[in-house]
């Protein structure tokens, strides 16, 4: 496992490793099944952010890098920016993905992981773990709403990666 840290916007860099949310985070987890046969079709969209891109509303630049640490992106969903920087990855047999932190200007500050593995029947899990707190002053405002839509977007991003993965 390799990592980094750099100009995120919190101090536990490599939180999302651990099974515990920080003092002060949230913590989320959503697993999602892809199917069998798919870990490998999964790792390389993943990697290369066709996860994110096949999220509605979520815009990912052109030529922004395959995720590695130190690999900046800014996401766009719909006004909303979210820059983000890679800051660590795996790349096991059996288990690969990554985690970005947030950057100055994110709406949350905090770190989000993407990780696949393979299960022992052969089908793949992607599993999208969290730990966030508001750092906009209308995600504070939001509350409970602000923490639905991020269960919401994990959700949609696991939907995402299936149907890329030719799940449906």
């Known amino acids: 496992m390799s990592g980094t840290r750099a100009g995120v916007t919190y101090d536990a860099v490599g939180m999302t490793k651990g099974a515990a949310a920080p003092e002060g985070f ?16 999964a790792v390389r969209v993943l990697s290369g952010w066709g996860m994110h891109r096949g999220t509605p509303g979520m815009r990912v630049p052109a030529g922004t890098p395959a995720a590695a640490p130190g690999v900046r992106v800014e996401l766009r969903w719909g006004p909303v920016r979210a820059p983000c920087e890679v800051v660590w990855t795996v790349a096991e047999p059996d288990r690969a993905g990554f985690a970005y932190g947030t950057l100055p200007g994110h709406p949350e500050c905090g770190e989000e992981s993407f990780v696949i593995r393979r299960l022992p029947d052969g089908a793949a899990e992607l599993t999208v773990r969290a730990y966030s707190r508001p750092a906009a002053w209308w995600l504070r405002t939001a509350g409970p709403l602000g923490r639905c839509g991020q269960r919401a977007m994990a959700h949609l991003y696991g939907r995402a990666l299936r149907r890329a993965c030719g799940g449906g």
């Open 26 to 41: 949230r913590a989320l987890t959503v697993r999602a099944r892809l199917g069998g046969g798919a870990y490998e079709d």
